[in-house]
């Protein structure tokens, strides 16, 4: 499985844009890119996936370059409510195990 | 979407007594189920993954004869936790996958927060 690679924490103000930036230099064809959100005490949410280019939902945006060693989960306009870690995970289509990395953990600032 | 729920949402118990939590999958029937647990300011770490009818697979450094883990039905697993010791203290979270079409991704439960004294 592809070892993934996030920042420990970051901060940002209300109303900003943030970027979290996941390195996984040795991912496989297979293998997609997951984004999972995780408030304190519950379970992690599923936010969004993609395999390349770039994709977009309701609640954000995934940006994954030609060679894939590297995604940005981009989330517009933040508030309060978005402080929680977030995971990115690589694995393989239909693959049953999920393995979680160490997270970043967000803290957005009124 | 696919909603899964735990019950307890949490419990405390003394040490050397036996858990069970429960994990059920509220609509969907989920073909296969995953416990994790997870340690303050720590992440998910997979323990063991269930089919329907079968036997759990464990992950390497979790003890099968302490965590039982039990799928007899699409929509629900249970984790008992047994002679419990202050060090099983812990987030324990499930979720479940399967019965949505063309949906490839897991559901996770709100997890279960385990007080051993």
């Known amino acids: 499985l592809a070892k993934t690679t996030q920042p420990i924490s970051m901060d940002s103000y209300e109303g900003q844009e943030v970027n979290i930036t996941c390195s996984h230099n040795?991912?496989?064809?297979?293998?997609?890119i997951t984004w999972y959100q995780q408030f304190p005490s519950q379970g992690p949410r599923f936010i969004i996936q993609g395999y390349k280019t770039k994709v977009t939902n309701e609640v954000a945006s995934l940006f994954i370059p030609a060679d894939r060693k590297s995604s940005t989960l981009s989330l517009p306009r933040v508030s309060l409510s978005d402080t929680a870690v977030y995971y990115c995970?690589?694995?393989?289509?239909?693959?049953?195990?999920?393995?979680f990395g160490t997270g970043t953990r967000l803290t957005v600032i009124p | 979407g696919a909603v899964v729920s735990q019950h307890p949402s949490w419990v405390i118990c003394k040490s050397g007594t036996s858990v069970k939590i429960e994990c059920r999958s509220l609509d969907f029937q989920a073909t296969t189920m995953f416990w994790y647990r997870q340690f303050p300011k720590q992440s998910l770490m997979l323990m063991a993954t269930?089919?329907?009818?079968?036997?759990?697979?464990?992950e390497q450094g979790v003890e099968k004869d302490k965590f039982l883990i039990n799928h007899a039905s699409l929509t629900l697993s249970t984790l008992t936790v047994t002679s419990a010791h202050p060090e099983d203290s812990s987030f324990y979270i499930c979720?479940?996958?399967?019965?949505?079409?063309?949906?490839?991704?897991?559901?996770f439960g709100p997890g279960t927060r385990l007080t051993v004294l």
């Open positions: 995970l690589v694995r393989p289509a239909g693959a049953n195990n999920l393995f």
């Open positions: 269930s089919n329907e009818g079968s036997k759990a697979t464990y």
């Open positions: 040795n991912i496989a064809t297979n293998d997609y």
């Open positions: 979720s479940a996958r399967g019965g949505l079409a063309g949906v490839d991704e897991q559901f």
